[in-house]
């Protein structure tokens, strides 16, 4: 689906969003926005070939969990469109983003921008580590890992359906370190699930710091091709080389592209606080006045009113 | 005599799952232990080897469930749940995935020692929400596990017994009933899985040393059939006892404790079974009765329990023949 703005233009956007509301609320999921915009604002503008949101645009409140005696269950898989055989299938993996999908379903048209004012609220369905009930997500991946596997069952089964749509996960490096992905890949190869795609935000970031400080993981490139999937290597903020890199022929194997990223791209004064960027939460008044004018600056719009 | 079914498991999944273009057989590596191998040889598209690798399999399995398909995991009971047990409840059981588990080796069924013994699967497995649980005790109900299984809306756990199984009951297991196998009005005898068996082979020496003993049989522990067991622990003298072929603690023994308290009911429990311990590998004869949960530990624990020696021999116990088990409604309509 082809949406009127540019996707570098939603990827501004995005940041701007997530910004005015780590601003508005004393913290945020921050680094992620600035880190995979322009992946989430590709994904959704371009890459995905998707079907117009089902879901109503303001998202209904928590309507309870799963159980045999709720059926008004539903997840929020809706908001990327129906289930069909020619469409794509996309998993979000890492639930933490997900204030980064909320406010990209909103760039795009997707989601009313009175949703965010849901977010983290109690009864709301806008959760701050996506569920599965919570807009643009289709199941749990607050449990980091299980978001390829998932793909990769249901890339399988698209095959022996013999549909048209592909299955494409949106991850994040740091889940590279759990061994189920490295299951995922195994079984992905060996059943030639050319049918399915990652892209993962490679933001060298995890809680407790950078990935180099915390549990180095090497050449991950050379990792995944060694596995035998098709990995290419792009500048995670460059639209184009995203272009380029899923147009790659991978037959027989599943793409992977790791998009390098900066995980204080177009928020440079966001640097001060590295490697401390998994959330950002203001230490003091004048730390989160004093980021509201640089930064707002640097994202070309005024210091937002909080 | 009683007799003895050669792989139920295998026929019986072959016959159910070759009728149904949806389901998927998946298998962890353990795919003639687990007795799908002639299905895999013989409808290789419905089989979906997954390797070693039990985490991806139970996301994956979400994933094909996502994709319309319905799989059938097969593996020991222990590698569905103790490894992979994050995704057993993402990928599986929150969105009540119709997924069917068929765990081999319930308990002490393998000389393979802890690694391999599934003793508190059916705590795991009756805490979690959305799961049911089933545990077969016979090949009758070996026979009808797939179907039954399958008529679930939401993911299942099973305990398969494979190889060489008894057979015990004429009828089919139907979820959330429970057997009655025996009427009698001193003591309530609750058994599941193997322990059946062991418990029929000590109940006509019972019986003929005057004990009256109400004797029944769970395969359904969740949805458990709470009503039934209140109705038929009410009316019992002396009080309870349950043996399983695992922990005591958190499976049948714990879940008819939990009844008795919820209703207030003053009623004596012995839970026989794996006593808060490990076991180590070696035969089912052996660690029955290591472990204490055989017909001689049975009835001597009865002895104990009532108060008064029984005068039972373990010989006595050698001449006991175990026939097929009518139900009792059947031999009732008689």
Request: glycine share 8%; hydrophobic share 40%; aromatic share 8%.
């Amino acid at each position: 689906m082809q949406n009127k703005l540019k996707s570098e233009e939603i990827a501004l956007r995005i940041r701007r969003r997530v910004f005015e509301h780590c601003i508005k609320n004393n913290g945020a999921y921050l680094s992620q926005a600035c880190s995979s915009a322009e992946q989430l604002a590709w994904l959704y503008n371009e890459a995905l070939n998707i079907g117009d949101s089902i879901m109503p645009s303001i998202p209904e409140n928590f309507s309870g969990v799963p159980s045999i005696n709720n059926k008004q269950y539903k997840t929020g898989a809706g908001y990327n469109g129906p289930v069909s055989n020619e469409f794509d299938r996309f998993i979000f993996a890492p639930a933490h983003y997900a204030l980064v999908a909320y406010a990209t379903l909103i760039e795009v048209g997707r989601m009313d921008p009175a949703g965010l004012l849901m977010f983290n609220k109690d009864g709301s369905s806008v959760e701050i580590i996506g569920a599965e009930h919570s807009p643009g997500m289709e199941m749990h991946n607050g449990t980091l890992g299980i978001g390829l596997s998932t793909a990769a069952g249901i890339a399988y089964g698209r095959k022996l359906n013999k549909e048209k749509g592909e299955t494409c996960v949106f991850m994040s490096d740091g889940e590279l370190q759990e061994g189920q992905i490295w299951e995922a890949l195994q079984v992905s190869v060996y059943y030639k699930l050319d049918n399915l795609w990652a892209i993962v935000d490679v933001n060298e970031q995890q809680v407790d710091g950078a990935m180099s400080d915390v549990l180095d993981i090497g050449d991950v490139r050379k990792k995944i091709n060694a596995f035998g999937a098709k990995c290419i290597e792009i500048d995670g903020h460059d639209i184009d080389a995203m272009r380029q890199a899923k147009k790659e022929p991978h037959k027989d194997q599943p793409l992977i592209i790791l998009a390098r990223t900066c995980p204080y791209k177009g928020m440079d004064y966001l640097k001060q606080r590295f490697p401390r960027l998994h959330y950002v939460r203001f230490k003091s008044e004048e730390e989160r006045n004093k980021m509201n004018i640089e930064i707002s600056k640097e994202l070309g719009i005024e210091p937002i009113e909080y | 005599m009683i007799e003895i079914v050669k792989k139920p498991y295998s026929y019986t999944f072959k016959n159910y799952a070759s009728k149904n273009e949806k389901i998927l057989c998946l298998s962890g590596d353990l795919t003639s232990s687990c007795e799908v191998d002639e299905f895999r040889d013989e409808f290789p598209n419905q089989f979906v080897s997954m390797g070693m690798a039990e985490q991806n399999m139970m996301s994956f399995a979400g994933g094909l469930s996502m994709s319309g398909y319905i799989p059938f995991i097969h593996t020991f009971g222990v590698f569905t749940y103790r490894r992979p047990y994050d995704q057993l409840l993402a990928s599986i059981a929150y969105p009540r995935r119709k997924i069917r588990i068929m765990g081999f080796l319930p308990g002490i069924t393998t000389p393979a020692g802890m690694t391999h013994q599934a003793i508190e699967d059916i705590s795991v497995m009756r805490t979690i929400p959305n799961m049911t649980v089933i545990e077969t005790g016979d090949a009758t109900e070996v026979e009808s596990i797939c179907e039954q299984a399958n008529s679930v809306d939401g993911p299942v756990y099973c305990r398969i017994l494979r190889g060489s199984v008894p057979r015990l009951f004429d009828t089919p297991l139907k979820i959330g009933d429970i057997r009655v196998l025996n009427s009698g009005t001193d003591l309530l005898l609750i058994t599941s899985g193997i322990c059946t068996e062991e418990a029929l082979r000590a109940r006509s020496v019972l019986i003929d040393a005057g004990i009256s003993i109400l004797h029944l049989h769970v395969h359904t522990f969740k949805p458990f059939n709470e009503e039934k067991i209140l109705d038929l622990l009410t009316n019992v003298k002396l009080g309870v006892i349950t043996m399983e072929n695992h922990l005591v603690n958190g499976g049948l023994g714990t879940l008819i404790a939990e009844i008795i308290s919820k209703h207030g009911l003053s009623k004596k429990l012995m839970k026989l079974g794996l006593n808060d311990t490990f076991a180590h590998g070696g035969s089912k004869q052996y660690l029955t009765k290591y472990y204490g949960f055989d017909a001689y530990t049975l009835i001597k624990s009865i002895e104990k329990f009532i108060g008064q020696p029984l005068n039972i021999e373990e010989k006595d116990l050698e001449k006991a023949r175990i026939e097929n088990v009518h139900s009792l409604s059947k031999a009732e309509a008689l």
